[in-house]
Nanobody, 116 residues
Framework: QVQLVESGGGLVQPGGSMILSCAAS????????MRWYRQAPEKERELVAS????????NYADSVKGRFTISRDNAKNTVYLQMNSLKPEDTAVYYC?????????WGKGTLVTVSS
């Protein structure tokens, strides 16, 4: 059974930091492109960051470049999103995604609220 379980969300003040984790099981994690998406209220889901299977190539949305860092630990079947200098506009539900050969797996999401 495939599972992607996000954790680490919550309330943080503007300028603060937070790290999200996504624990994967039920598939060969090492073979999959891993991505973080987010969806703010009344907005479409957007791609935030991607990391290729070997971890050597990463890509970021312009809105988070220089502030967010995606990483993965293939030994732990886990992908992370380190978020620094958080802004109110980063408030959203953050989703973990695994993709390979047109197959997509999704987590249920974790809410991040940036507010004073």
């Amino acid at each position: 059974q495939v599972q992607l379980v996000e954790s680490g969300g919550g309330l943080v003040q503007p300028g603060g930091s937070m790290i999200l984790s996504c624990a994967a099981s039920g598939f060969t994690f090492n073979d999959y492109l891993m991505r973080w998406y987010r969806q703010a209220p009344e907005k479409e889901r957007e791609l935030v960051a991607s990391i290729w299977s070997g971890g050597g190539f990463r890509n970021y949305a312009d809105s988070v470049k220089g502030r967010f860092t995606i990483s993965r630990d293939n030994a732990k079947n886990t992908v992370y999103l380190q978020m620094n200098s958080l802004k109110p506009e980063d408030t959203a539900v953050y989703y973990c995604n695994a993709r390979r050969d047109g197959i997509d797996y999704w987590g249920k999401g974790t809410l991040v609220t940036v507010s004073s």
